[in-house]
């Protein structure tokens, strides 16, 4: 069920897919800020997961991200949305593989890696930013 889930998920990402916005390698991104938001996203030490800071969120109602790529020659993923509770910052660690019993398996031969982050805010606008990094 969950590869259906995923299968459809990528056909219906990569099908009405916009034009990219915001192209950066994830070595020049400094911090990307748009209405107040600041995204920045950055690789981990290991280079196995991508960490993205979210932060000045006073205006945010909620947001999501998808981490879409290719590993280990298969179309792999990571989604997931955040509503902010009074905090003015969070940090996610999108893993680049799986976990399971605190087990992770990793995957290897990254390519096309793409996040998207969908911002709602307070007033009803909505954000998109599209970032395409390099591994």
Do not use: W
């Not at 219906?12 to 996203?41: C, E, L, R, T, Y």
């Not at 590993?71 to 990571?78: A, E, L, S």
């Not at 793409?114 to 909505?126: C, I, P, S």
């Amino acid at each position: 069920m969950k590869k259906i889930f995923f299968v459809l998920f990528v056909f219906f990402f990569f099908g009405i897919a916009q034009p990219v916005f915001a192209k950066k390698k994830i070595g020049s991104i400094k911090k990307i800020s748009s209405s107040g938001i600041i995204i920045s996203p950055r690789l981990r030490k290991d280079r196995k997961a991508l960490i993205v800071n979210f932060s000045n969120l006073n205006q945010v109602s909620s947001f999501t991200y998808e981490l879409t790529y290719l590993g280990n020659g298969i179309d792999q993923g990571v989604y997931g949305s955040v509503t902010p509770k009074g905090e003015n910052s969070t940090v996610r660690e999108l893993l680049f593989g799986t976990c399971s019993h605190n087990v992770c398996r990793y995957h290897t031969g990254i390519q096309n890696m793409r996040l998207v982050v969908t911002a709602n805010l307070k007033n009803g606008q909505k954000i998109i930013k599209k970032y395409r990094i390099k591994p």
